[in-house]
């Protein structure tokens, strides 16, 4: 269904953004348990390092963020500043590629994505499949240990479609023709 939306869809900028939504929450709530910040050794603390090269990492843009840049201190206030800054690099890289070619390359990097990696869960669900008749030896019902751990495995997947997408989008650079 995820598929046939995009092949459907003209503009996937919507698609990206809960996406890149969805990514925001994951590294604010990363820093922000429960809406209180990580403790660290005991003591509760940001870890400016890391959570500027879980930015870098995920949206690909120079990250320096400090204590004072989050407002409020606390993972609606992480993810509200992470998802300014993701938007002003799209917008930024929309005029930098022009926006006809950046809805194109959404569309062909959402697509190989998402047939790659649905390729891999099927052959991840094929070696479930053979393995799990031996856990019936271990007293446990294999068609139970089959679905929970194919759910297991397709929200991996699904997580992980949502990684690459986001990280291969704010990466992608068009290189100019060489000159003769």
Do not use: C
């Not at 993810?79 to 194109?104: H, I, P, W």
């Amino acid at each position: 269904a995820w598929r046939r939306k995009v092949l459907q869809a003209d503009n996937l900028r919507e698609m990206v953004f809960s996406m890149v939504d969805e990514l925001s929450g994951a590294i604010a709530y990363d820093f922000f348990p429960n809406g209180k910040l990580r403790k660290i050794n005991g003591q509760a603390m940001l870890d400016a390092k890391e959570l500027n090269d879980a930015v870098s990492v995920m949206f690909q843009i120079p990250s320096r963020i400090e204590e004072k840049d989050i407002q409020p201190f606390n993972d609606k206030g992480l993810k509200d500043l992470l998802l300014k800054m993701a938007n002003d690099a799209y917008t930024a890289k929309e005029t930098q590629l022009s926006e006809n070619t950046l809805r194109q390359l959404e569309k062909m990097i959402l697509l190989t994505t998402i047939d790659g990696l649905w390729k891999d869960h099927l052959l991840a669900m094929d070696h479930l499949r053979e393995g799990v008749g031996l856990q019936g030896y271990g007293q446990k019902d294999p068609l139970i240990v089959y679905k929970k751990e194919g759910f297991r495995f397709f929200e991996m997947m699904m997580n992980q479609i949502t990684g690459d997408v986001v990280r291969k989008l704010f990466a992608v650079q068009i290189a100019s023709p060489e000159e003769p």
